[in-house]
């Protein structure tokens, strides 16, 4: 039973540029979340997408979006890169389910912007 | 809004002495509190989950965790450390009233080191 998968695995953009990260969820889950991890920080929640909508948004500017897939996979875009934005992207997947509240995460994408 | 506090950013012990992570929370809603390991380049592990019931969990690895509600606290302990436990841990908050995974919040991270 595989795992959340990520790709790739690290990239380097130069600022301006665009990226765009893939995720596939663990086998059976339906709901993806992610999260941006800065050097020495905790992980921080961008969005999430469940049905193919965003359900719930953390403190991200618009420059972040994202995608869901019919076969639950997700994309994260990010536009008009950063200094900043250089980090671990991880994602996350989890069932709607009750009783359900884990998520699990995948190796993550390492951004490098220059 | 639910935030996290680890208190110590590094944690270093003796192999085979007590493991001790320090977190706080704050939230005003009943949370659901988590803790997650991360090995260097790797993402996130589960290590193990409160949401209801016992309050005192028991996760992988030996590790457990007591969710204390007057203190705000959710520490976890390990009686022996051993060298494999040499990592990163996160503390992490979520919504209890919702279906399903919510957003986590999480800590700043606790860097554990164990000595020979």
């Known amino acids: 039973d595989a795992g959340v998968t990520q790709s790739p695995t690290h990239l380097i953009k130069t600022r301006g540029q665009q990226v765009t990260l893939r995720c596939s969820p663990k086998?059976?889950?339906?709901?993806v979340s992610w999260y941006q991890q800065a050097l020495g920080q905790g992980p921080q929640f961008i969005f999430q997408?469940?049905?193919?909508?965003?359900?719930q948004r953390g403190n991200f500017p618009d420059r972040f979006s994202g995608h869901q897939f019919p076969n639950y996979s997700s994309e994260l875009n990010v536009n008009a890169l950063l200094l900043g934005d250089s980090a671990l992207y991880l994602c996350?997947?989890?069932?709607?389910?009750?009783?359900?509240?884990?998520?699990?995460f995948g190796p993550g994408t390492r951004l490098t912007v220059t | 809004a639910q935030s996290v506090t680890q208190l110590g950013s590094h944690v270093s012990v003796s192999e085979g002495a007590l493991v001790l992570l320090r977190c706080n929370y704050s939230?005003?809603?009943?949370?659901?509190l988590f803790w997650y390991v991360q090995y260097p380049n790797q993402g996130l592990q589960l290590l193990l989950k409160?949401?209801?019931?016992?309050?005192l969990v028991k996760g992988i690895n030996g590790f457990e965790a007591e969710f204390k509600k007057s203190e705000t606290s959710f520490h976890l302990t390990k009686p022996s450390a051993h060298m494999s436990d040499a990592a990163e841990y996160f503390c992490?908050?979520?919504?209890?009233?919702?279906?399903?995974?919510?957003?986590?919040?999480f800590g700043q991270g606790t860097r554990l080191t164990i000595n020979p």
């Open positions: 996350a997947s989890s069932l709607v389910s009750p009783g359900a509240y884990e998520q699990y």
């Open positions: 086998s059976g889950h339906d709901t």
């Open positions: 997408y469940y049905e193919e909508e965003e359900r």
């Open positions: 939230s005003s809603v009943p949370p659901y």
């Open positions: 409160y949401t209801t019931g016992a309050t």
């Open positions: 992490a908050v979520s919504d209890g009233r919702l279906q399903g995974a919510q957003k986590l919040v």
